[in-house]
């Protein structure tokens, strides 16, 4: 029977793979850790607690994360816990270093010390920064080029992964970069269950400046199905080339190539929700150095690992809102518990 440390797994895409890992896997031990932020959830993990071992604790603490490795000892890890909202990182930036670039070096310490069977570092497509007009994309092969507080501390985090890849060659550390997630338990702080919140609760969904952002969006599901087929992935020994070529790294890049503006988004949401969206928008001011456009190349990972997103855009899209129209006590409780979620500059 395998062990799985999860971490990150009250969030939303944690707690999402390890819904996924218990179906998956049933007969697997999952170790669950988070040290319930503020864009943690519980209750995201209710319907799967008597599979799992819920560990409180944070990744950047050394001496707690070792705790949990002796006593756990781990088959594999799956590093999800980060800070993520990138409004949030530009008023905090210091807890964003923390979790996203020495928690992620913690974590690989953990696993260099008490070594496992594979490690996956879950990292994002905002490392690689902002391309410029409507062409093009980014692949394994790019340089990092974060520019926002949150990006710029998930890079640091990349490095560290990319140096530990490079020194201890021995240890199996894989590191995947994904699009814009959407689906079931995120945080309503987001563009897309913050719309669907608000417009449920009779206000109308906010959308940033233009709202002609580009973002390329998958559903979490495919993220997770991704992950998990990296997690297992026999992959060959890291070769002195790739200190060259970082796409020769056990690096992958996961995406469905589904980009949309935040208005098309927004206004999809709205129509789904039986509204219409020349009522139901707000233009509000922009987040400050709010990236226009990303994409992401999934070619490394369709081709090395058969992995192919199963999700179509429209489907998933409509299934997330039906969720949370149907969940309502679920989001009634975080605003009860965090309040309003909004964030206005
Ligand atoms: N959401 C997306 O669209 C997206 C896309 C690509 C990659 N990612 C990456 O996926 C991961 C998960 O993202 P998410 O959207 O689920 O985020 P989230 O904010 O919903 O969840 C992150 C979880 O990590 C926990 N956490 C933060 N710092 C921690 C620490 N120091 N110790 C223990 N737990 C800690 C939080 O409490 C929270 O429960 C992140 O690494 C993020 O960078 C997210």
Redesign the pocket.
Known sequence: MSTYLV??A?????ANYVHFLRREDPDARIVA?????F??NLPNLDSVADGVTFVR????DLETMMGVYEEHKPDFVVN??????NDRAISEPTIFM???GV?AQVMLECSRKIPVRSHVH????EVYGELPGTAGSFDESSPLNAKTPYSAA?AAGDQMVRAYMHTYPEMDIRMTH????YGPY??PE?LIPLAITNILRGRKAPLYGDGLQMRDWLHVEDHCRAIHAVLHARLSKIEHDAVFDSAKLPIFDISARHEVTNVELIRRVIELLEKDPEEWIEHVPDRPNHDRRYLIDPSKIERDLSWRPLVEFETGLAETVKWYVENQAWWEDIFARKGELQVSW
């Open positions: 971490t990150g009250a969030g939303f895409i944690g850790v988070d040290h319930l932020g864009a943690s604790a944070d990744i950047a999800f816990a980060a800070e993520s909202h923390h979790s996203n928690g879950v990292s994002t497509i998930k994904c699009a814009n997630n995120q945080l987001k």
